[in-house]
């Protein structure tokens, strides 16, 4: 959202406490119990040295995703790594790299900590109930653009947001060779929201349908999770993540794979 204020909730999806962050990572720290680590420990070694291992990992892979944990019980440390579906693999390591640079500071040494950036996203535990559960979201960080949408048609602005997602959600589940992700625009008549952009994906050690049940929960819950009028919304998720923004253009690197067109929109 990096133009915009952003205010952040963390959530267990939908129930929520509000901060302001000004710029990523955007963090959820703590949440699932596990307390912290000192400096020094030999759990920090293990996070320091996983977090290493899942941005080599998913920075190699095509699918850009890795998991893995590190260390002897009681200092074990599991952790995921998903950058988005569009970019390349050295953008894919830079982000791995900011995770690893950040993760201490970013939660305080909180055992359980997730990471959102734009260009990928981190969690780690001290417990494997995360990437155990094959069902998402789980443990989700929801990003709200501070600014609002200045069209006075609220509700067409929601069903274009709605179509956009659920189109988009639709190719990225639509066929395994899409690999659980894409990027939609809409172009619109309405001048207040023109053009709007999207992505979808989901970690690919989920099933196709468990991909599609958790996107698709994203979709039917967006508006009782995000103010109606604003520019900018995001879930990020261990499983899955949905994102729409209101632009000037793509958040995303590339063409759109879904385009939406209003009616009498000529095609560009
Ligand atoms: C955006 O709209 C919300 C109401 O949905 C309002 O509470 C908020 O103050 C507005 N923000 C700005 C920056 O105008």
Known sequence: MGRHHTCLVHAVLLLAAVAVAAAQPWTTCGTGG?????KGSAYENNLLNLALTLRDGASSSPIVFSTGSNGAAPNTVYGLLLCRGDVTQSVCAACGTSVWHDVESACDRAKDA???????????????????????????????SGTNITSSDVAGYNRAVTDLLTATVEYAVGDISRRMFAT??????????RNIYATAQCALDITLPACRRCLEGLVDKWWSM????????????????????????????????VLLRDYGVPPA
């Open 34 to 38: 596990g307390g912290k680590y000192e």
């Open 114 to 144: 997730a990471l959102v950036y734009n260009e990928c996203y981190a969690r780690f535990s001290d417990t494997d109930d995360f990437l155990a559960s094959k069902e998402g979201p789980g443990l989700v960080t929801l990003l709200v």
């Open 226 to 257: 995000f103010p109606v009028n604003g520019e900018g919304a995001r879930v990020a998720g261990a499983r899955c993540q949905l994102r729409s923004e209101l632009g000037a253009g793509p958040f995303y690197t590339g063409e759109p794979m």
């Open 184 to 193: 939609g625009q809409r172009v619109g008549n309405d001048p207040g929201f």
